[in-house]
């Protein structure tokens, strides 16, 4: 295994790198992709097949050792199957994060790349409210895919964006699904991008979704379950339920002391940190030949110690003067 070479100014060594694969969706959910889409750049803008490939392998030399695919719609990507089959082959744990729309194409393709855990997004199990938050008329599709995936024998995480007025109602409902099903549902607090209209009222905090939690569940049936290494979710597990639930709170509650993450965009930005706004560009350097190492490593050692420098989220934290990509340009 390569020497972890990515530690930054506060001692955090970064091993582990999220890949955006696209820009592009095939869903519009509103809290990711601004109403009217993203705009469609110049297709040589964005990381081959194979430069993904190439930079990924360099990570790797740096002491990466798990790689996660996302985008946008990862699956979308041209020639998703060998890329993810290519970064398979790297030394890296992998895994990727999916809307679940394409996923029964891509069964092959997961066992050969040695998936084992598929993280999949669905926001409600109303499926009108879905379509609504979607804006696309997937559910149906999904909800297949998830169960696809579970008969075969893939560890199934499901992201819940929590959000007032919108899902709040189905905390419960999530976590039944837990009962017979060995899913890992974890709720995610609404956080703040470009064009999505985040403010702290319909933010459902990590105190709330568990105010919530004690209000259908008897407290002496929720177990507080172990974290895994450098894991973002608080997990719990109701007693007596296959699964389990958690809960990733980066607004309320930021993990940063514990970081251990990079994020490459889909046209070959560093961004050492998701509320931060500075970029480092490492395709334009790898395509002319340059040896992006270094490049790679003052990017981690420019690193914010917390939320990317924003001084604090406090109630007067207004995201609408604050500029940061749309997550689905950033890579969630
Ligand atoms: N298309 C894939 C999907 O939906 O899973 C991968 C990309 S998506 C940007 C990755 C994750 O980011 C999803 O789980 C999504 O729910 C989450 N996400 C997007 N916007 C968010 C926001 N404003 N706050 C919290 N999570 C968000
Ligand atoms: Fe697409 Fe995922 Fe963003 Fe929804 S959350 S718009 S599925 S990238």
Redesign the pocket.
């Known amino acids: 295994m390569a020497k972890a070479q990515l530690v930054d100014k506060f001692g955090r060594v970064h091993d582990y790198l999220r890949i955006s694969l696209t820009e592009r969706?095939n869903?519009?959910?509103f809290y990711?992709?601004p109403e009217c889409g993203i705009e469609l750049r110049d297709k040589n803008i964005f990381m081959t097949e194979e430069e993904t490939l190439a930079i990924a392998t360099i990570f790797t030399e740096l002491g990466v050792n798990k790689i996660r695919l996302t985008?946008?719609?990862p699956l979308i990507k041209k020639n998703a199957k060998d890329l993810i089959e290519g970064i398979g082959q790297l030394p890296v744990k992998l895994a990727i994060t999916s809307?679940g729309v394409l996923v029964d194409r891509f069964v092959d393709t997961f066992k050969k790349a040695n998936l084992k855990t598929i993280n999949i997004?669905i926001d409600s199990i109303d499926k009108f409210k879905f379509n609504e938050i979607?804006r696309r008329d997937y559910y149906d599709r999904i909800v297949n895919n998830i169960e696809l995936l579970l008969m075969e024998g893939f560890r199934v995480k499901l992201n819940v964006v929590a959000i007032r007025g919108v899902n709040d109602s189905e905390i419960a409902a999530f976590i039944n699904l837990t009962q017979y099903h060995d899913l890992a549902v974890r709720f995610i607090e609404f956080m703040p991008f470009d064009g999505n209209k985040w403010n702290w009222d319909k933010m459902l905090s990590y105190k709330e979704i568990m105010n919530d939690v004690d209000g259908h569940f008897k407290p002496e049936n929720v177990e507080r379950i172990a974290d895994e290494p450098n894991d973002t979710s608080k997990n719990y597990r109701i007693k007596g339920y296959i699964g389990s639930f958690g809960v990733i709170s980066p607004v309320s509650n930021p993990f940063c002391e514990s970081c251990n993450r990079i994020r490459l965009t889909a046209d070959g930005k560093i961004k050492n940190c998701l509320f931060g706004q500075e970029e480092f560009d490492i395709l334009t350097p790898f395509r002319r030949g340059e040896d992006i190492k270094p490049l790679i490593v003052d990017a981690i050692q420019a690193k914010h110690e917390s939320r990317g420098g924003i001084k604090s989220l406090d109630h007067k934290f207004d995201s609408e003067s604050w500029k940061n990509r749309s997550?689905?340009t950033i890579g969630?």
């Open positions: 969706c869903l519009r959910c990711c992709m985008g946008g719609e809307n997004s979607t997550m689905t969630g």
